[in-house]
């Protein structure tokens, strides 16, 4: 069945190709009727499309959409007044040969189309008349148009995913497929922004504002081969010697964790707030609390069973949050 479909919309394809080749004169608009009868299938509606046909343009290969499936040719294409006729002959999707023949009354034709294979014909009775004037548009010409405004847009999609910094339509990854990837052969212009970024990312100003900017600069950064602790780092460092607690604590978590260490640690919420340290403290205190509150819920939801109450001497989820805070607001010295 799936076969007899497909020749079926292979030849109604050509079909209405084969009419639009023989409408003759300029920028003409006709309406065109096709039936086709199949043996074995249910007897099928007329179908009625609008054609506009350009003058002089006689070869049928030319003429309106064709299945990019078919390799279906015209041959033996004769003129006798008012008729025409044609052979026809496909090898793909499924071999096959065929004829036509349309004959015009003034503005209006009647004609008939054959296609037949080993098992099987095909006959397609069509009919046309002219209804007013229209503009012909080479369909290639729409094709190139239709291309030329797709690349545009991929082209300003990537130049957007370029300028945030987001590599994963330029390198992949979270499983996608290659075809996804409209932005792959633009990694060299990525990665000279993702250059420009780190150097932006020198000072402290400059580094904060990229970091609020960039959410996936780490992530640009090493798609293009680049430590993102070659950039973080040194400017950490500066950051520690010149006691920017402020931006350790916003920006550089392996700093800011070595200094709450160091001077953190023992020092009650009061103390603490009231110390050089207060943003270093209470940054290293809330991340205390959110990885007790996580430990916790994974410990009970391991031992406990779904709808269960928590097993004896486990941490319910009101008491992991409850001792996250206490942890916010006394530093407990580390085990």
Do not use: H
Not at 89 to 103: H, L, N, Y
Not at 300 to 306: E, K, M, V
């Amino acid at each position: 069945m799936t076969k007899k479909l497909t020749m079926l919309l292979t030849a109604a394809g050509f079909a209405a190709v084969s009419v639009s080749a023989f409408a003759e004169g300029t920028d003409e608009l006709w309406e065109v009727t096709m039936k086709m009868d199949m043996p074995g299938m249910p007897a099928m509606p007329a179908r009625t499309m609008q054609v506009c046909k350009n003058k002089g343009d006689r070869d049928p290969t030319k003429m309106g959409e064709r299945d990019k499936n078919s390799d279906c040719k015209m041959t033996d294409l004769k003129q006798s007044g008012n008729k025409s006729s044609w052979k026809m002959s496909c090898t793909k999707p499924e071999p096959m040969t065929g004829t036509g023949e349309v004959t015009y009354t003034g503005d209006s034709y009647q004609g008939v189309m054959t296609m037949t294979r080993k098992d099987m014909t095909i006959t397609q009775n069509m009919s046309g008349k002219k209804i007013g004037t229209c503009t012909y548009e080479d369909p290639a010409k729409k094709v190139e148009a239709m291309q030329a405004q797709s690349k545009a847009m991929i082209a300003k999609e990537c130049d957007k995913q370029i300028e945030s910094l987001n590599p994963m339509l330029i390198f992949g990854g979270a499983n996608l497929p290659e075809q996804s990837l409209m932005c792959k052969d633009r990694k060299a212009d990525f990665c000279a922004r993702t250059s420009s970024v780190a150097q932006q990312m020198r000072d402290p100003a400059g580094f904060s504002e990229a970091n609020r900017k960039y959410p996936e600069w780490r992530e640009a950064m090493k798609a293009c081969g680049t430590d993102p602790a070659t950039v973080s780092g040194p400017v950490c460092k500066t950051a520690v010697d010149k006691k920017d607690w402020p931006f350790v604590s916003d920006n550089c978590p392996a700093e800011g964790r070595a200094v709450a260490l160091q001077n953190c640690v023992g020092m009650d919420y009061t103390a603490a707030m009231a110390s050089p340290y207060k943003e270093v403290c209470q940054k290293y205190g809330a991340d205390l609390a959110k990885k007790k509150v996580a430990d916790d819920n994974a410990a009970a939801g391991s031992a406990a069973q779904p709808q269960q109450p928590a097993a004896a001497g486990k941490p319910s989820v009101t008491d992991s949050v409850k001792e996250g805070a206490k942890s916010l607001k006394k530093f407990l010295k580390l085990p």
